[in-house]
T-cell receptor, first 119, second 111 residues
Framework: GAVVSQHPSWVICKSGTSVKIECRSL??????MFWYRQFPKQSLMLMAT?????????EQGVEKDKFLINHASLTLSTLTVTSAHPEDSSFYIC???????????????FGPGTRLTVL | SQQGEEDPQALSIQEGENATMNCSYK?????LQWYRQNSGRGLVHLIL?????REKHSGRLRVTLDTSKKSSSLLITASRAADTASYFC???????????FGKGTMLLVSP
């Protein structure tokens, strides 16, 4: 149980285009989803936290107008990189946490990641 | 900001040997979690230890937590080549909150 999927696995796009990445919790309801980015050989950096039905909370330094997050349902959150540029190339990983109390609430379950390359 | 700091940064061992990775953190925590990441892949949750626990086992994994020293260790016994990956510790400060990840330890297990 507690499986999180991401789509697509990788994407290559031209500079200036927008890219949407989906994160789904397959077998549990995710009240909270998190979006991270990871540069090569580095750790995960939290970009934003989203709760179902409310606006995402962005970490300091993350442009909310550039990285649009929508958490419209308990099983789906999307990250849209708007007007992507080469410096946005990175590995984007989502995670999901379910409910309050219990193991699902304490643990973040991670998706397999999406590698974005902007030419 | 990152709180957990793992050491060593990289570790190379032979199959069958044990691997120990350490993690230190700065502020109080509700729990500490260890994750594994294979190259270019997502993170796999390994084990969670709560602040009132001192030791936890899961298969070949053994995690300890010393809240007085603000440190944790992950021991992998009888390592296998398939254990080759990066290992991250992550702290949860107040429960139901965001995780703060360390920089990770790259483990290479040679056959």
């Amino acid at each position: 149980g507690a499986v999180v999927s991401q789509h697509p696995s990788w994407v290559i796009c031209k500079s200036g285009t927008s890219v949407k990445i989906e994160c789904r919790s397959l077998d549990f309801q995710a009240t909270t989803m998190f979006w991270y980015r990871q540069f090569p050989k580095q750790s995960l950096m939290l970009m934003a936290t989203s709760n179902e039905g409310s606006k995402a909370t962005y970490e300091q330094g993350v442009e909310k107008d550039k990285f649009l997050i929508n958490h419209a349902s308990l099983t789906l959150s999307t990250l849209t990189v708007t007007s992507a540029h080469p410096e946005d190339s990175s590995f984007y990983i989502c995670s999901a946490r379910g409910g309050t109390g219990g193991v699902l609430a304490d643990t973040q379950y991670f998706g397999p990641g999406t590698r974005l390359t902007v030419l | 900001s990152q709180q957990g700091e793992e050491d060593p940064q990289a570790l190379s061992i032979q199959e069958g040997e044990n691997a120990t990775m350490n993690c230190s953190y700065k502020t109080s925590i509700n729990n500490l979690q260890w994750y594994r990441q294979n190259s270019g892949r997502g993170l796999v949750h390994l084990i969670l230890i709560r602040s009132n626990e001192r030791e936890k086992h899961s298969g070949r994994l053994r995690v300890t937590l010393d809240t007085s020293k603000k440190s944790s260790s992950l021991l992998i016994t009888a390592s296998r080549a398939a254990d080759t990956a990066s290992y991250f510790c992550a702290t949860d400060g107040s429960g139901y909150s965001t995780l703060t990840f360390g920089k990770g330890t790259m483990l290479l297990v040679s056959p």
